[in-house]
């Protein structure tokens, strides 16, 4: 007799996968040979400086790289995030307690609440957001108490909008600046009251930090820790995916207050044994190289913000200008849902995009486009959809 396999329910009850009609349209324009502009994936296709690909195969051919790793990364790495975060934010951080590595931030998104999510509890998410957030929630037996980020609050959550007695409830609270999928920032102000909401409620503030080496127009995003009070009530997750092209590599940090960053730490010693450590002495190479590498792409990015808002703002469509991440967040022209006007953009443009409501229900009405292909396919995006009978 066949073996019976039932899924877990935490597995069956995901989220339908709101990209499949867009992925399923994607394949059958590839088949027939149709020329896509693939502005839907935030995956930078600039590739990893050269000094941090050097120091990665000399590092390789060392026996003592091939060994397991320690699961929260190798003190040299730790302490070259501790210096970042100083030369970068003026955050002071003691790299034994403050700091544990991330196979990429992604993993240790979900982890958290693995660390600190019980049955029950209350986890406060953004809508629209990156989907880790309330996934890892979801996985844990966590309720997600979803907050709306509306461009009249610039893409802010209201955090006075929470009832008294969930914002007692909540366990965690996540927030993203600059943001995906909007490309919203945050200022001192906002984290100030994030603090201070922390603190009258007792809730544990998580800030995903992964865009703030992306800020165009000589703008630098801030880290959450640079506020007062911030340490004491907040982890702070960063990458070297974006800021050093490293997608691929797979190689992060959380920081913050030593309880997170430690109750963390244990949870993901249970689980994964660590970063290569030859990607670790890479990873300390790009950091240490900082903004002298990480300028380059800034430019680049930035030029191709300015093409591509600028051409869609010349075809009607109304969109911000970001000031920092590679996301432009598009408003649905009148009479279409976000999923028709991506099949619309896909099917007589071959552009693709990111429907907005795949990132939550508060993102319907918008859709997402990336600046990831170069800046000479970009400027045909606006001419292409000016063909598109809207
Ligand atoms: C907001 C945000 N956070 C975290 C990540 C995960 O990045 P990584 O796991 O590569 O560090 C992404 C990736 O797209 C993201 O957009």
Redesign the pocket.
Known sequence: MALQITKAKRIKELPPYLFAEIDRRKREALARGVDLIDLGI??PDIPTPSPIIEKLVESASKPVNHRYPNSSGMAEFREAVARWYKHRFNVALDPAKEVVS?I????A?GNMAVAFVDPGDIVLVSSPC?P?YHIGTAFNGGENYFLPLKKENQFLPDLDSIPADIARQAKLLWI?YP??PTGAVADKDFFARVVEFANRYNVIVCH?A??TEMGYDGYRPMSFLEVDGAKEVGIE?H????TFNM?GW?I?MAVGNPELVGGLAQAKSNLDSGIFQAIQEAGIEALNLGDKIVEPSRKIYQERRDILVDGLRAVGLECDKPRATFYVWVSVPKGLSSAEFTAKLLDEAGVVTTPGNGFGAAGEGYVRFTVCVDKTRLKEVAERIRQVKL
């Open positions: 935030g995956d991330l990429g931030s992604k993993e998104i990156y880790v993203n943001n995906n995903d992964a865009y997750f990458s070297l995916s974006k997608t797979r992060g």
